[in-house]
C-alpha cells in the first residue's frame, strides 16, 4: 500500500494523512467538542474566550481537520467603533501549516474586522471555525457592542463523540450522543436534558427546549403532560388535539325531499374544533391543507330509483366545485344508504356542504336524519399542510 500505518514504531508518515483519519472519526465535521469550548463574553471592548478543543478546516492547500487545543481563557479587543456607522466583526480559528521545512504550524483565535456601513455585514473568512459574530454599534449611537454566538453556524457541530453501543447507558452525557440497547435493539440520543428513544414523538420538558421548531412540528411536552403542534411563529405551541381542524355535520329534520338536480342537504348538527366554523348547512375552513373528506348518505324512496349524495366546494367568487359523489340504487326494501371518502388540497375560507339528487324526475325520494350518528352527514378532518408546489383546488 502507498501509505503506512499510523503510529507504528519506527514509521515515518505524513501529518495529512492522519488530519484525514481524525477528521473521519469526528463525523468529517468541523465544530466544537464541548458545550463550553469557546465560549465568549463581551464587556465594553473586550472579549474573552473560554478554553475548548475544535476541529478546524484545514487551510485550502491542505486536507483533512486539524484539532486544536486552547487550555487557558484568551482575551482579546475590538477595534475601536466608526464614528457614524456600525460594524460587524466575526472571530475564527483558523490554522497557518508550516511555511518551510524548519517551521512549526501554529493556530490563532483572532478578530476579523468588518467594513462599516448603513447595513453592516460580518467579513468572509474561508478555512475557518466561526465562533462569534459583533455588532460595533457607530459610536454617535453610544451604545456598546453586542455578540452573537456563531459556534453552529455554517453546518459547524458539536462533536459529541461515536455512537456507542451496550447493554447500560453510558456513564457520560453528551448533548447529541447516540447509544443503541443491545437487549432490545432500540436507540437512544442524549438531547441536553436526558436520555430520549430516537422513535416515536420527542419528548421535551417544555416546548421551550425546543429551539428552532418547524410549521407542524409535533412534540410531546412532559410539564403539560401532552402533545403539542408549532402553529408557526405567530401563534407558537398549541394543543394538538383541540387544534387539529376539524368539523362534522348532520340532519336533524327527518324528510327532505329530493329533486333531480343538486340540492343542497339541511344539515343543523354541526361538532366543530381548531378553528373550523359553521355556515347554515356547511363547513368553514380555516386554513390551507389536505383535507380528509367523508360523505354518509340515507335515503328512502320507491323501488328502482337512485338517490346521490356529495360534497361540493364554495368558494367567493367561484362556482361550486364538486369534491366527491357517491350514488345508490334501491333493489330491495331496505332504504338507500350510500359512503364515500377521499384527500383533497383545499383553502382557508373554502365552505364544505352535503349535496343530493335523485332519480327519476318524478322521484318523490327523500334524504334522512335525526342524529349525529344516524342518517344523513358529513365530516371534513385536516391531515397535514400541502407540499411544496401543491395548489388548493
Known sequence: MDSPPIFCDNTEYPAGLLRRML?????????????????VTVSGSTVTVAPGRASVPAPATESGTYLVESVAAVTLTLDPADATRARRDVLVAYVAPPATETDTGRWFLEIRKGDPAATPTAPAVANALLLREFLIPAASAGTLPTGEDR??????????????????????????????????????????????????????????EVI?????????DRSAGMLKRYAG???????????????????????????????VIGTTGARVQGGMTTTANGLVLPR??????TVHGYATGELGWRAAFGLNRIRAGVADVELLWTSTYKSGSNDYTTTAS????????????????????????????????????FLVEFVRSLPSGVTPL
Open 23 to 39: 477528521g473521519r472519526l469526528a463525523g468529517g465535521a468541523y465544530g466544537i467538542f464541548g458545550t463550553g469550548d469557546f465560549d
Open 288 to 293: 390551507d391543507g389536505l383535507y380528509k373528506v
Open 212 to 220: 428552532a421548531p418547524y410549521t407542524d412540528q409535533v412534540v410531546y
Open 151 to 208: 459556534r453552529y453556524a455554517q453546518g459547524q457541530q458539536y462533536i459529541s463523540g461515536p455512537a456507542l453501543y451496550g447493554n447500560e447507558l453510558p456513564a457520560f452525557n453528551r448533548p447529541g450522543q447516540v447509544w443503541t440497547n443491545r437487549a432490545t435493539r432500540e436507540s437512544w440520543v442524549y438531547n441536553g436534558a436526558g436520555w430520549v428513544r430516537l422513535t416515536g414523538t420527542p419528548v421535551v420538558s417544555t416546548t421551550s
Open 233 to 263: 411563529a405567530s401563534s407558537g405551541w398549541e394543543e394538538l388535539s383541540a387544534t387539529v381542524p376539524k368539523g362534522k355535520r348532520w340532519r336533524t329534520g327527518a324528510f327532505q325531499t329530493l329533486g333531480n338536480n343538486s340540492t
Open 342 to 377: 377521499d384527500e383533497v388540497p383545499l383553502k382557508g375560507g373554502d365552505e364544505v356542504r352535503m349535496h343530493g339528487s335523485a332519480i327519476p324526475t318524478t322521484a318523490s325520494t327523500c334524504a334522512w336524519g335525526i342524529t349525529e350518528f344516524a342518517g344523513c352527514r
